[in-house]
Structure formats: C-alpha cells, structure tokens
C-alpha cells in the first residue's frame, strides 16, 4: 500500500523549532516532488513548502528563512525542519506527493484529494 506517514509535531513555545518527518512505505520518494502543507482551526489548508524529485525547493512567503524543507532519499523520507516558530504556524501538518515538480503546490492548490492524519504542530506560550 502507498501510504505517507507524517510525524515529528508537538507542543512547543515561540521561537522554539521542531523538525517534522513525512516516511513513504509501498513507493520509493526519488521520482517525486513532495509538499508539505498545512490546515490551522477554521482555516482552509495551505502549502508550506515543496522539494522537486532534484531538489529544487519551494516555500510560502510566511515560512522563508524559518523552515528548511529537505529529502533524502536512502531513507525515503522528506523533512520540514521549523525554526523560531510563532503562533501562526499552529495547525495539523501534512505531506503529499505532488508530481515531480510541486506543480500544484505553486498554483495554490492541494495536490490530492484524500489526506492523511497528518501530525500537530502547537506554538504556545
């Protein structure tokens, strides 16, 4: 079964990072771009970032220069690495497989219709 498994979230205070996992089982990531995205309480789901099949990475104005997205491949796993996070990133974070070039995460839109669990990510004080 192709399946993406996110993890790394949890409770953490302003300014504090953490480093989110997406594991794929059932496929090899290589010849994939894959998007993290994300959905706060209320709110609609947005992209985060994306990282190309060759590394070529993508990121929403509100996380440049704070989170790192990454991949590698030996261990087919993708990582969103957060620093000085704020109250604004809380939310459930996903990661989906989107073609080979983050073709729907640069218009804006999700990628897959059917979503994982995804994990939390809560900024607070």
């Known amino acids: 079964q192709l399946q993406l498994v996110e993890s790394g979230g949890g409770l953490v205070q302003p300014g504090g990072s953490l480093r989110l996992s997406c594991a794929a089982t059932?496929?090899?990531?290589?010849?994939?771009?894959i998007g993290w995205f994300r959905q706060a309480p209320g709110e609609e789901r947005e992209g985060v970032s994306c990282?190309?099949?060759?590394?070529?990475?993508y990121y929403a104005d509100s996380v440049k220069g704070r989170f790192t997205i990454s991949r590698d491949n030996a261990k087919n796993t993708v990582y969103l690495q957060m620093n000085s996070l704020k109250l604004e990133d809380t939310g459930v974070y996903y990661c989906?497989?989107?073609?080979?070039?983050?073709?729907?995460?640069?218009?804006?839109?999700?990628?897959?219709?059917?979503w994982g669990q995804g994990t939390q990510v809560t900024v607070s004080s």
């Open positions: 059932g496929f090899t990531l290589d010849y994939y771009a």
């Open positions: 989906a497989p989107d073609g080979s070039y983050c073709s729907a995460f640069r218009r804006g839109l999700d990628p897959i219709d059917s």
């Open positions: 990282i190309t099949s060759d590394g070529i990475t």
